[in-house]
């Protein structure tokens, strides 16, 4: 499975939308990108999924750039409970194992 | 619908100990799987079970036997427990092995082994 690079930590304010980056430059054409968010304490919790073309739920939108490298995780309006580890994950089509890498530490402010 | 369901949500060992825990789920999911956390680190995967009487190792899996004689419960247990299995487990499901799926967490349970 090919590996994801995100930044460490970010802040966010409460009520604004919040724009987590994730690069996953070896992607291949089969693989998804999925993210799971985690709270402390919680066991991890999808969030949304997406191939090629961008997405959105209740939750939150994923937008994939066009050559697949990179992709941002929306979400639109921040609120305290959003305050988790943030994980991008990348995941062959075969197969069901996700391969945590650290993840971003969101802190929403009020 | 309790979804994934783990227990116990709280265990001391000693060392040498022997302990099982359990997970069961009611979607009628195929694939289970268990991972376990480190402090400050990411989910890494000890067991997984495609199916039925099928099992088969993650990326760390010594220390762990597991047995899936059920659809619903896939336990994992620790035959001789080791300070160094201290960590916080999580069991998982999904439906099928097909892409797109969405895969289903547990609560965790917080082990320490003294």
């Known amino acids: 499975d090919a590996k994801t690079t995100q930044p460490t930590s970010m802040d966010c304010a409460e009520g604004r939308a919040a724009n987590l980056p994730c690069n996953h430059s070896?992607?291949?054409?089969?693989?998804?990108v999925y993210w799971y968010r985690q709270i402390h304490s919680q066991g991890p919790q999808y969030i949304i999924h997406?191939?090629?073309n961008n997405e959105t739920n209740e939750m939150a939108s994923l937008i994939i750039t066009e050559d697949r490298k990179s992709s941002t995780l929306i979400l639109p309006h921040a609120t305290l409970r959003d305050t988790a580890v943030y994980y991008c994950?990348?995941?062959?089509?075969?197969?069901?194992?996700?391969?945590f890498g650290g993840g971003t530490r969101v802190l929403v402010k009020p | 619908n309790a979804g994934v369901t783990q227990t116990p949500k709280f265990q001391v060992l000693k060392t040498g100990q022997s302990m099982t825990l359990q997970c069961a789920q009611d979607?009628?999911?195929?694939?289970m799987s268990w991972y376990r956390q480190d402090p400050g680190m990411g989910l890494r995967l000890i067991h997984y079970?495609?199916?039925?009487?099928?099992?088969d190792q993650g990326e760390v899996p010594n220390g762990y036997n597991v047995s899936r004689s059920t659809t619903e419960d896939f336990p994992l247990r620790l035959l001789s427990a080791a300070p160094s299995q201290t960590s916080v487990y999580f069991c998982a499901s999904s439906r099928d092995r097909s892409e797109g799926n969405t895969i289903y967490f547990g609560e965790g349970s917080w082990l320490t082994v003294v």
């Open positions: 979607m009628n999911h195929e694939y």
């Open positions: 079970s495609v199916g039925a009487g099928i099992t």
């Open positions: 994950i990348v995941k062959r089509a075969a197969g069901n194992k996700l391969t």
């Open positions: 070896t992607i291949s054409g089969n693989e998804y």
């Open positions: 997406g191939l090629k």
